[in-house]
């Protein structure tokens, strides 16, 4: 038995497309997502939203957090709800993805055409 396949260049590129579409999707989503987890000092402090304002997205898949000691605030086990955001927690990925992960799929299966 001989197959013979013939690739639609056309449906590639299309979906390699969506695909972006939605992993920017994705990406701008956790960072809209993830602000209200994220802890900043009272607001006296000087630079209190330091680590809230110095996040980036370098590219596709990659969100980072730039200020001073960003990594130490993410996995610290200090209650970060003293600062000026009560709803601050450490690991905010972690948390974004836990509670909104239905939403982040739906609107990824709108973008692709599954939903």
């Not at 590129?13 to 999707?25: D, I, M, P, S, V």
């Not at 209650?79 to 799929?105: C, I, S, Y």
């Amino acid at each position: 038995m001989r197959l013979r396949f013939k690739l639609d260049g056309g449906a590639l590129k299309r979906r390699e497309r969506l695909f972006g579409k939605a992993q920017t999707y994705i990406d701008n989503e956790c960072i809209r997502l993830m602000t209200p987890y994220v802890p900043v000092g009272k607001p006296y402090f000087h630079h209190s939203g330091k680590l809230r304002d110095s996040v980036t997205n370098p590219s596709p898949g990659v969100i980072e957090y730039t200020a001073p000691f960003a990594r130490n605030d993410y996995y610290s086990t200090v209650d970060h709800t003293h600062g000026g955001n009560p709803d601050a927690q450490r690991m905010w990925f972690e948390v974004t993805k836990r509670k909104h992960a239905a939403e982040l799929l739906n609107g990824v299966r709108n973008i692709v055409g599954g939903g």
